[in-house]
């Protein structure tokens, strides 16, 4: 298991930009495919991007690709979601979460998560 601490959210205007940050302790970071996701108040929860273990390969949701950028340093043990140009329909609670096996976009394919974190963007 693997523990994540997420951060970095906020409150900014259209077309600004944040920085997520999720730290991770316990298992061997460098073992896990990692993944952002969020949910917005009544709704499902969302993926966002997806990052392989070695960082060598990333997926994103159309709505982000372009916008967003995910990354991880390994000797940090923290993966990192770039998010520019957001845009009111961004407004979510985010999380990241970590799994041992395959890289993907099914949430539940990961094993453990963060407690989120809020990012709210104002039109």
């Known amino acids: 298991q693997v523990q994540l601490v997420e951060s970095g959210g906020g409150l900014v205007q259209a077309g600004g930009s944040l920085r997520l940050s999720c730290a991770a302790s316990?298992?061997?970071?460098?073992?896990?495919?990692l993944g952002w996701f969020r949910q917005a108040p009544g709704k499902e929860r969302d993926f966002v991007a997806a990052i392989s273990w070695s960082g060598g390969r990333t997926y994103y949701a159309n709505s982000v690709s372009g916008r967003f950028t995910i990354s991880r340093d390994n000797a940090k043990n923290t993966v990192y979601l770039q998010m520019n140009s957001l845009k009111p329909e961004d407004t979510a609670v985010y999380y990241c979460?970590?799994?041992?096996?395959?890289?993907?976009?099914?949430?539940?394919?990961?094993?453990?998560w963060g407690q989120g974190t809020q990012v709210t963007v104002s039109s």
């Open positions: 316990g298992r061997t970071f460098s073992n896990y495919a």
């Open positions: 979460a970590a799994r041992s096996s395959g890289y993907g976009s099914n949430w539940q394919q990961y094993n453990d």
